[in-house]
């Protein structure tokens, strides 16, 4: 019986692709006006590129702020630009802040397949269906950034996703490292750390391994662990977790220290594991340091015999709610 019954191993490897593609989307699409302050609204897989957002926009003067709720924030103003992100279209969190911000008559722009978002917005770029929402993250980030870089609120460089592209095309590097993690972290639960910059990174592993292999996942940030969460370890045994850090070569300095003594400390309660983003500009580092624990969370899918692609329990709890 095979097991990744709608082949997620070839979603995945046509990443790359589906960011080439993405890029165009939003070709043509601008919004016009002042603008001091971005919110991404989405859920789950569709919230991901908000979080990428605000991590590529660290240093800009306008804020990013994501929002994975049912109401915008009291703070939302004519100046404001939303971008409403359902793959689906249909997720009510992501309908009802939507419908929260048309009140507020600010500038919004909806990504989405389609759906009750894609009925209601005005301004629609529309994404390819077909996908899990978690794995058509090129489809839900790159729109965004490209009606950003249209309406001259950022500066995207064709360098920095010349690169990107560049090493995401080297699937089979970042597949044969996802494989080795996925057999190293076995019957073990993970627990995904990054610096505070990179945390959307490590959360992101985290859902892919909870969503693609249906296991349970953990996350959280340099230094902020080493203020409590460290102190746990003294109880854990190597049976039972496994850290993995991933790294990044602009981590502070101090971190990167705190990284290395961390590991020193808890390497006799745990196996740590770590993995490097690569090149030299963020949205490689971001995104190639995403990949690894794309195909890592697929493989530990396949080790434990589920089907990376169904979410079922996700799916059931949606009905129910209905
Ligand atoms: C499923 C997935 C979920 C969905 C979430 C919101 O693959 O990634 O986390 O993204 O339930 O649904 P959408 O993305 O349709 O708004």
């Known amino acids: 019986m095979p097991i990744d019954n709608s082949n997620m191993l070839k979603v995945i490897e046509d990443f790359p692709q589906q960011c080439k593609t993405a890029l165009e989307l939003p070709k043509g699409i601008s919004v016009s006006g002042k603008v001091d302050k971005i919110f991404v609204c989405g859920m789950g897989g569709s919230a991901v590129g908000g979080d990428l957002l605000k991590i590529y926009m660290q240093n800009s003067k306008i804020p990013v702020?994501?929002?994975?709720d049912y109401k915008m924030p009291n703070f939302v103003d004519e100046n404001s630009l939303i971008f409403a992100v359902s793959y689906s279209g249909n997720t009510e969190e992501t309908i009802s802040a939507y419908q929260d911000a048309v009140k507020k008559k600010v500038k919004i722009v909806a990504v989405t397949t389609g759906g009750q978002l894609g009925s209601?917005?005005?301004?629609?770029?529309k994404i390819p269906t077909g996908l899990q929402p978690r794995a058509a993250l090129g489809y839900t980030f790159f729109p965004v950034l490209g009606v950003l870089a249209n309406s001259g609120i950022i500066d995207v460089n064709g360098k920095e996703i010349e690169e990107m592209l560049g090493i995401l095309s080297k699937k089979d590097e970042f597949n044969?490292?996802?494989?080795?993690?996925?057999?190293?972290?076995?019957?073990?639960?993970?627990?995904?750390?990054?610096?505070?910059?990179?945390?959307?990174?490590?959360?992101?592993?985290?859902?892919?391994?909870?969503?693609?292999?249906?296991?349970?996942?953990?996350?959280?940030?340099?230094?902020?662990?080493?203020?409590?969460?460290?102190?746990?370890?003294?109880?854990?045994?190597?049976?039972?977790?496994?850290?993995?850090?991933?790294?990044?070569?602009?981590?502070?300095?101090?971190?990167?220290?705190?990284m290395d003594i961390t590991k020193e400390i808890i390497s006799s309660r745990v196996d740590v594991?770590?993995?490097?983003?690569?090149?030299?500009?963020?949205?490689?580092?971001?995104?190639?340091?995403?990949?690894?624990?794309?195909?890592?969370?697929?493989?530990?899918a396949l080790a434990n015999k589920i089907d990376p692609t169904p979410v079922t329990v996700i799916e059931n709890l949606k009905k129910k709610l209905k």
């Open 120 to 125: 209601m917005a005005k301004k629609v770029i």
């Open 176 to 258: 044969a490292v996802g494989e080795r993690i996925a057999k190293k972290i076995g019957q073990r639960t993970p627990i995904i750390y990054a610096s505070e910059m990179l945390n959307a990174v490590a959360y992101r592993w985290k859902t892919q391994f909870n969503e693609n292999s249906k296991v349970p996942a953990f996350h959280h940030t340099f230094s902020e662990m080493n203020h409590n969460e460290i102190a746990g370890f003294q109880s854990m045994n190597k049976n039972n977790f496994i850290a993995i850090f991933i790294k990044d070569k602009d981590d502070n300095e101090r971190i990167k220290k705190r």
């Open 65 to 68: 702020f994501v929002v994975r």
């Open 273 to 300: 594991e770590e993995i490097f983003t690569r090149g030299e500009h963020l949205l490689s580092r971001m995104f190639s340091g995403i990949y690894y624990g794309d195909f890592a969370s697929y493989y530990l």
